[in-house]
């Protein structure tokens, strides 16, 4: 069945756990279409499929150095701050669950950077560069959440990654 694809035990999360400790890369990029962490068009405290996801698939991704996670489903943008240790419902999530609560931007708080023991991922929904449809666009993780059309574009060079968010009137809305 569907549902046993997610399980932390199945083929799928094995196969996941097997090539991420694998990689050698200096960036580790995960995407993949549900997201764990949503309050757009689609909301992860009631969506089975989402609920999964951060249950079992987020420890897999956490534990094996994973810097950023791209998906979809949710018609919006939100990006999350540099998260560890969240699994459970939103109301769920502490201070203590951020490995940085700040917004990541060079000119605010500053960049994000993985803590001492190396945990830290950052979780984004791009699913507006062709439609909008709203939601409640408040979930705790998210550091920004937008009801506006753009693109997710990244940016690497060396020892920086840069994710930007490029609206329809050619600003970056977020970055």
């Known amino acids: 069945s569907m549902t046993s694809t997610r399980a932390a035990t199945s083929p799928m999360a094995e196969w996941l756990q097997s090539d991420l ?3 050698t890369q200096d960036w580790v990029i995960v995407f993949f279409h549900h997201p ?25 991704l956490e534990s094996n150095g994973v810097d950023l996670v791209l998906c979809g ?3 919006s ?26 917004g990541g931007r060079e000119d605010g708080t500053g960049a994000y950077r993985k803590n ?23 979930h705790p993780a998210h550091f920004i959440s937008l009801n506006q059309l753009g693109s997710i574009m990244l940016d690497v060079n060396g020892g920086r990654l840069e994710v930007k968010f490029l609206g329809t009137n050619g600003t970056y809305l977020d970055r």
């Open 77 to 102: 943008l939100e990006r999350s701050y540099l998260l560890n240790g969240h699994y459970g419902l939103s109301g769920t999530l502490t201070a203590a669950m951020k490995t940085d609560g700040g």
């Open 36 to 60: 764990p962490y949503t309050k757009g068009s689609h909301d992860s405290d009631r969506e089975t499929e989402l609920i999964d996801i951060r249950q079992n698939i987020n420890p897999i």
């Open 21 to 23: 400790a694998a990689t």
């Open 73 to 75: 489903h949710s018609h």
């Open 116 to 138: 001492a023991q190396g945990q830290g991922v950052i979780y984004m929904v791009g699913g507006s560069s062709g439609q909008t449809s709203g939601g409640a666009l408040n």
